[in-house]
């Protein structure tokens, strides 16, 4: 399996509901360093799983409408806590759309999956990994 | 799949058996930056995967018996080689069995796997990933 | 010069004021990855610049206010931009404190100077570098 | 599972055909910090994957022909777009034959897969992974 | 003293001339991740050292006629070996000059100094520090 | 000022002597990445600050006596705590006489100074800059 991975990154503040999150019941906020991988079981015929420029303006797409957010204030969000491992999910699905939609320099029916990853410090990272189909 | 990771570290001594081991068959010691990662096919009513300050506890509670010891010294370990990749399932078997007791604030049965990586320097690690249950 | 470093991070919520931060004019948030770095001139009589641990503690204790905080709402910053900037200075300025009270281990007046550094994401950081005296 | 990953990098030159690549079809570079990871399923009774020494061996003697290279000029990647998808590939292969006539310090039949990471910038990496068999 | 630091990145092609470059005297190539830093006595009104924003648009065009090219060809580079060294000087200075020219989104003569970083490799970096004025 | 940093490291086994170092009282051990920077006031001929291929030779020369050592059955540190910031200076302190004996692709005499750096773990480091004079 090949894949190719590409990075960019959000600011955001939110609040969660649930005692499980302590003191991250307060409104605060996070850096994610954001991580998307694409994945292929072949090379195209310039030699590549996918347009990395495209990859890289996809990407960035999917994070502008979070990035300076409050996400507690987004509709598309209401009622949920936007986890990192939320969050992974949520900017998967719109890049596996992006995917489907030919966006990515390759039909997406020659990609495998997706991952993402949310860098959140140091010392704790969260990913989600899906078929793209 | 989800996952989420957390990181510490252990600063250990020890020495191995073997002449595959060369210089390092002298006692030696080294720092191991630890990542966790605990899988599960999905988020629980939270929007998480554990709760990740117990993950945080629990891995700071099974590399507490480790930390500044002498490993050649550890009964549990007598005739064995600490190696990195030894250490790796060490720790593995002591989380899952953690997961498995419902330590991580999330029943054991709705996690699926984890994953023990040791960075030993800027240009080797090793890790063990294998199912919980 | 010798210089001993520790990290450790805050996650918070903030908003600016002013129209040089375009879109961070928004509630929004960061996680800030955390270096405290201390100089001295000279090693005491155990080999050390500082007593790491002191200085691990005195960190965590420096950033718990400001942890998993809305900083637009904490009395002491009413009024200020807390920029990355602006906040290795409160940080420093707070360790300073804690080094003039002796609290790292060894005399404040055998310390030369101090270091934080806030790393916002991976393409940004910035530091505050000043004596303690 | 069991994994073992070492490090090294190249430094090489190089031009892509193909409108894709956008100002990458002229003559440029790269820095390839280049990760590969062993995979076995159990350790031997060393209580390793492999003998790590002689992964860094054989990584550098499968970099070496092309470390301070044009590879434009090398006959073997003739009408090839050496990218970095491509590379991890070539790597593999490389490092297989070798798992494979048993050079790592255990016969290449107790080992699973390789994994090859090429991180080309701090925002963009590509990888391969296959069985060796 | 205040600094504030952001980081991109180019991959250039070059060849050197002289015996200490050894296999480097061939044509090859690098990945550079640049980071620029920006130093000030103190923070302006709006509590920052430079517009991040702006440091980051000045960096990018400084970067942009190095990016993908071959400096073996550039006219300004004629004669010169286009070392790590040298190249942290080349952007030192275009910045120095943005600084000068008030583009920083802040009166250059508020500015005290630059220092500009280019990792190589994860083995190897360089840099250059000089006052603005 | 231009500097080159060169990065190598050591796995070493040691105990400290005093109750300020609490559990590392006890045979414990580290892996240290060793950065090593070299600062000139300006290029030579060839547009370096030192040959870095000899700036790496010279590391790995220094760095040999203390590799996969016990660091306490070491004659030279008989009586010494061999604490990350003593062996700063200790590193430091070879280097600089390698430099004074024009070892390092350049006459001494055209070098400033050396900084070592000894990253312990993801959240500690220690280093030492001194004149080479």
Redesign the interface.
Same mark, same amino acid.
């Given at each position: 399996?090949?894949?190719?991975?590409? $990075?960019?990154?959000i600011? @955001?503040?939110?609040s969660?509901s649930?005692e499980?999150?302590?003191?991250?019941q307060?409104?605060?906020?996070? +850096?994610?360093?954001v991580d998307a991988a694409f994945f292929a079981q072949s090379?195209d015929a310039?030699? @590549?799983?996918i347009? @990395?420029?495209r990859a890289?303006e996809v990407l960035k797409e999917v994070l502008t409408p979070l990035?300076?957010?409050?996400l507690d204030e987004l509709p598309e969000f209401a009622g949920?806590? +936007?986890?990192?491992?939320?969050l992974?999910?949520h900017i998967h699905d719109r890049l596996a759309e992006a995917a489907r939609a030919d966006r990515l320099?390759r039909p997406g029916s020659e990609l495998h999956s997706i991952r993402v990853s949310l860098h959140?410090?140091?010392?704790? $990272?969260?990913?989600?990994?899906?078929p793209i189909a």
């Open positions: 399996m090949h894949a190719v991975e590409v $990075r960019d990154h600011m @955001i503040a939110h969660f649930g499980v999150f302590g003191p991250a307060k409104l605060h906020g996070a +850096t994610f360093v090379l310039n030699g @590549i799983v347009d @990395i420029g890289h990035n300076f957010q409050n949920k806590n +936007t986890t990192t491992e939320f992974t999910r320099g959140e410090s140091h010392v704790a $990272r969260a990913w989600y990994e899906a």
